[in-house]
């Protein structure tokens, strides 16, 4: 008996899905990274012996307004991306309703924050979060990108040999 209302219910929905119309909106597809670096002498810049941090984690939470005719909705998500072994962290988003490009970048916000490092030789927190990007409409149709700015962790001692005082 439950074999059969399982049946029905995808049969169903085989139903109304080809009875929905696809939506003739214009979704961006967005792209959300940024880097984290190890900053050896704690100056909050990336020096000639700064490194990038492969296995970093990062929380990245945005914030996109969608517009449409009938509707203004926000969309809200927090995620947690680990960095590649270039330490750039990267979030896809394939497709948002009601988000053109040149309006994703005047309405919408990205934040990343630093969780933790993969290194013991880096892992006291330097540049914890940042909310400043900057976005911009690729060359491809309708995707936008946010580039944020980098995060860094520390040594818990800094290389007087390397950096000086």
């Known amino acids: 008996m439950k074999m059969l209302s399982i049946k029905r219910a995808r049969s169903s929905s085989r139903t109304l899905s080809r009875e929905i119309q696809p939506s003739k909106r214009i979704n961006a597809h967005i792209t959300v990274m940024g880097f984290v670096y190890c900053d050896i002498c704690s100056n909050n810049t990336f020096s000639k012996y700064s490194y990038f941090i ?7 939470d945005c914030k996109f307004k969608a517009s449409s005719p009938r509707t203004k909705e926000q969309i809200t998500f927090s995620v947690n991306r680990t960095t590649n072994r270039h330490g750039v962290y990267r979030l896809d988003i394939p497709s948002v309703d009601g988000i053109a490009c040149a309006e994703a970048a005047i309405a919408s916000t990205c934040e990343a924050r630093l969780m933790w490092s993969s290194l013991d030789s880096c892992n006291v927190p330097g540049y914890r979060t940042t909310t400043n990007q900057i976005a911009f409409k690729s060359k491809q149709a309708n995707l936008c990108i946010y ?19």
Do not use: W, Y
């Open 54 to 60: 492969p296995g970093a984690e990062v929380q990245i």
């Open 147 to 165: 580039s944020l700015f980098p995060l860094n962790f520390r040594p818990s001692k800094i290389d007087t040999s390397l950096c000086g005082n």
